[in-house]
């Protein structure tokens, strides 16, 4: 828990890009509320937009899905969340398991790659929601503002592959916690609705 | 690296440029880019940039041209080049040509990632390297401060109590006292000692010159600015800077100083951002500054700015039971440096060395010695090896010009046997004048004053 912010009054949009199983939202949900003291909301979803299939690489650009979600769903809340199963990319890398806009508003996250399936292993669906509660977590962290952290166990160290995953833990270390105070707290502060 | 890594990304795909961006962003570089070589070598014509990704396929200027070009201007800045799958081999002549390596498009994540990374550790392992050396040159100049005269005991007090604060300081002494040597010992044993300690002589720069100097400028900022420098004070970030003769400098540069003290930012010369300053401040002068402020040659508020402890520095005639301890660390350095056996000071060089009056102070001593031990042939420092061996009575002439016009009529006369006449011309003055200056200064036959 989060201590110096009362009740932060703006909340987070989560929203499924196509379909996502409800349990994941609402795990999603009482963890980033519980995580960031933050109101969370779940919204109905929005449909995954034909051009952001690249063909050759029968993957997802997930700059276009956040560039078409900035033009046409815009939120009322502080903080956008989208939550996919399709497979995600960046023109430059192979894949990505989310991205944001640092201190932005907008996030999108992948579990295509989350699920223990995809890299041959059995099925655990405690890994799975570990790893979707990260990667998210994760995400809203750079919307707030927090770049990597060093700290290998830190939900903000970079996640290049999934045991980098799997090796940090759901929570920020003390230097990104500080840091998420402030930079949440400035932003409050910015806009006028605390002192 | 102090400050943030700095990317430049070059790049004609927009794609590709804004997604390394962001990318890159989230691990906190700061990220410029360039949509082809031709940009990205007058970018970096104008800022420094860590590591440079660098396309390979570009229109206009392809990446292994833009890649020397870059190197001819910024041989630091490291190149990884970008590449298709068909284009490896040319990538393999670039890592040859210089290039630090090359990544295949689309990269995985954790490539990049580890690049970067290599080059980042590299770099800090260089900048470790430069300041591992420069601490252990500022100890063995800390071991340099000998003294054991109560005035330097409380120098090193001082100096022990102060070198952990941030305050500003002001050390003042002759010329030759060891000024600087103070200031790297405050910076040596301070918080700060892993980062730059960056000296500057300000009496010996024009106002213009050391305006540059201190703060850096632009490209184009004046006839001759054909890169973007950084100044002293940047280069100084998180470490101390000394500014060496501070009562020589203009009252322009006073108050340019006085700002940066007050804002702790400024601009570099020609430019418009304002940079953060970060800097432990030491200044240090042989001039009387009270003095400079009633004369209006000096500012009373940056007087006031850098006076906030002030460390004194006896001159060396003021405390003659150091110079024996000071010769023989001399003697004991300079052997080592020109290699030869360790030679001994004679008791009767010592005594002499202690009855002269030092002008240059213990800078002075040190080439003395220094002097000695090239020209000396025994295996001891004699009195015939000092160069005010043969004036040695020269020493105890007055300082005073008319107590000097005494002494020099006294002897004169004597010469002569008290010819006033021949003593008259000896001296290029007419009787008249002899008699009353004998009359003057109270001169007898005795040799003794009124």
């Avoid at chain 2, 490209?219 to 100044?231: L, P, V």
Wanted: charged share 30%.
């Amino acid at each position: 828990m989060l201590n110096g912010l009362k009740e932060a009054p703006n909340c987070v949009t989560i929203r499924p890009i196509g379909p996502v199983e409800e349990y994941i939202l609402e795990y999603l949900s009482e963890f980033i509320a519980e995580r960031c003291n933050i109101k969370c909301l779940i919204d109905s979803e929005i449909e995954i937009p034909e051009f952001v299939y690249n063909k050759t690489r029968d993957q997802y650009n997930s700059k276009l899905i956040i560039k078409h979600l900035i033009e046409n769903h815009p939120v009322d809340t502080n903080k956008f969340i989208g939550v996919t199963n399709i497979d995600l990319f960046i023109p430059i890398l192979k894949y990505v398991f989310g991205i944001a806009q640092i201190e932005g508003n907008y996030s999108i996250i992948s579990t295509h790659r989350l699920y223990p399936e995809f890299y041959d292993k059995p099925s655990n669906p405690g890994l799975f929601i570990e790893r979707t509660k990260k990667t998210a977590l994760h995400e809203i962290g750079h919307t707030f503002g927090l770049t990597h952290c060093r700290d290998l166990e830190c939900v903000m160290h970079s996640s290049a592959r999934i045991k980098d995953t799997d090796i940090k833990s759901s929570f920020f270390c003390p230097t990104c916690s500080d840091l998420f105070k402030w930079y949440s707290h400035e932003k409050y502060k910015q806009a006028g609705q605390i002192n | 690296m102090t400050g943030k890594t700095r990317i430049l990304v070059v790049d004609d795909e927009a794609a590709i440029r804004e997604s390394l961006k962001d990318w890159l962003m989230e691990d906190g570089y700061e990220v410029g880019l360039a949509v082809n070589g031709l940009e990205a070598v007058s970018i970096v014509e104008e800022q420094n940039w860590d590591i440079i990704l660098l396309d390979l396929k570009m229109p206009e200027m392809d990446g292994i041209e833009a890649m020397e070009k870059i190197k001819a201007v910024s041989p630091d800045s490291e190149i990884i080049m970008m590449t298709a799958f068909a284009t490896i081999d040319t990538a393999v002549k670039a890592i040859k040509m210089g290039a630090f390596d090359y990544l295949v498009k689309p990269f995985d994540p954790d490539e990049i990632e580890l690049q970067i990374k290599k080059i980042v550790s590299h770099n800090e392992l260089i900048m470790e390297n430069i300041l591992l050396r420069q601490q252990l040159e500022e100890k063995s100049q800390y071991d340099e401060i000998i003294g054991k005269s109560d005035a330097m005991q409380e120098v090193f007090d001082l100096i022990s109590r102060v070198a952990p604060t941030d305050s500003t300081i002001l050390v003042s002494g002759e010329s030759g006292t060891g000024k600087e040597l103070v200031a790297q010992a405050i910076h040596g044993n301070s918080k700060r000692c892993y980062l730059p300690f960056i000296a500057v002589n300000c009496g010996a720069l024009p106002e213009t010159l050391l305006e540059s100097e201190l703060f850096g400028y632009e490209k184009g900022a004046f006839t001759g600015a054909e890169h973007t420098k950084k100044g002293r004070f940047e280069m100084a970030d998180n470490g101390t800077l000394f500014l060496d003769e501070i009562g020589d400098i203009s009252l322009k540069t006073q108050v340019d100083l006085l700002r940066v003290l007050q804002n702790k930012e400024f601009r570099r010369v020609g430019g418009h951002d304002l940079i953060d300053m970060d800097a432990r401040i030491i200044t240090a002068t042989n001039r009387d500054l009270q003095k400079a402020i009633k004369d209006k040659r000096f500012r009373e508020d940056l007087y006031y700015r850098l006076n906030v402890i002030s460390i004194h520095l006896p001159p060396l005639r003021d405390r003659k039971e150091d110079i024996q301890l000071l010769a023989k660390a001399f003697v004991k350095k300079f052997c080592i440096e020109i290699n030869i056996e360790r030679k001994k000071i004679a008791p009767s060089a010592i005594k002499l060395l202690e009855t002269y009056d030092w002008p240059g102070n213990v800078r002075e001593l040190e080439n003395v010695i220094e002097r000695a031990l090239v020209i000396g042939r025994s295996n001891e420092i004699t009195i015939d090896d000092l160069p005010f061996s043969q004036n040695a009575p020269a020493a105890a002439l007055p300082k005073a010009l008319k107590q000097m016009e005494k002494v020099h009529i006294e002897n004169i006369l004597k010469e002569n046997n008290w010819n006033i006449s021949r003593t008259a011309r000896d001296l290029s003055i007419d009787r008249q004048t002899l008699y009353n200056k004998i009359e003057k200064y109270g001169i007898n036959k005795e040799g003794a004053s009124k």
